[in-house]
T-cell receptor, first 115, second 112 residues
Framework: DSGVTQTPKHLITATGQRVTLRCSPR?????VYWYQQSLDQGLQFLIQ???????AKGNILERFSAQQFPDLHSELNLSSLELGDSALYFC??????????????FGPGTRLLVL | AQSVAQPEDQVNVAEGNPLTVKCTYSVSGNPYLFWYVQYPNRGLQFLLK??????LVKGSYGFEAEFNKSQTSFHLKKPSALVSDSALYFCAVRPSWGKLQFGAGTQVVVTP
């Protein structure tokens, strides 16, 4: 168990809908990262937050947004969902932000299925 | 551009035999390299990382990895594979703030 929790574990929804994925980092970690894992794209970095502020952005669609709250949990919002958004969404956390050597610890993921 | 490549989609090995999962990298500057493992329906678990120093890095579950600068490789190894090592293995590089850049993954199948 990495100490990173994600809810829900599974999510089934319809095209055009909006969903929110939640992540709680390990105790004491200030950085939260979101990744998307799909069969065709592999593991892709979406976005990073550090202590409530956006720190780095990757291949995140404009329909997607995220935020990190004062208690350091994070939410990833996916809107106007398309079939191609079906994927496994991982959250990871690390202690800080600006160290390349830090280890990121991953949660169990949320499996999203868009029908 | 920073990248990692895992040239094998799948590696098959018999239980008790040595296991090697290959990874090559392309980075500018110092390479910070990681290995993660993903079991079915589970998240990624950290195995080990190379930052600097000794080229042989020891990690969890009996795994180790050898950093080779001249060959730009960071192969994962285990002297004696177990059936329970069957999983998806990812090599990753962290070239800058934030993101880990992952390889495509290598499926390891260990047969009894």
């Amino acid at each position: 168990d990495s100490g990173v929790t994600q809810t829900p574990k599974h999510l089934i929804t319809a095209t055009g809908q909006r969903v929110t994925l939640r992540c709680s980092p390990r105790s004491g970690d200030l950085s939260v990262y979101w990744y998307q894992q799909s069969l065709d794209q592999g593991l892709q970095f979406l976005i990073q937050y550090y202590n409530g502020e956006e720190r780095a952005k990757g291949n995140i669609l404009e329909r997607f947004s995220a935020q990190q709250f004062p208690d350091l949990h994070s939410e990833l919002n996916l809107s106007s969902l398309e079939l191609g958004d079906s994927a496994l969404y991982f959250c990871a956390s690390s202690a800080y932000s600006n160290s390349e050597v830090e280890t990121q610890y991953f949660g169990p993921g949320t499996r999203l299925l868009v029908l | 551009a920073q990248s990692v490549a895992q040239p094998e989609d799948q590696v098959n090995v018999a239980e008790g035999n040595p296991l090697t999962v290959k990874c090559t990298y392309s980075v500018s500057g110092n390479p910070y390299l990681f290995w993660y493992v993903q079991y079915p329906n589970r998240g990624l678990q950290f195995l080990l990382k190379y930052i600097t120093g000794d080229n042989l890095v020891k990690g969890s579950y009996g795994f180790e990895a050898e950093f080779n600068k001249s060959q730009t490789s960071f192969h994962l190894k285990k002297p004696s594979a177990l059936v329970s090592d069957s999983a998806l293995y990812f090599c990753a590089v962290r070239p800058s703030w934030g993101k880990l850049q992952f390889g495509a993954g290598t499926q390891v199948v260990v047969t009894p």
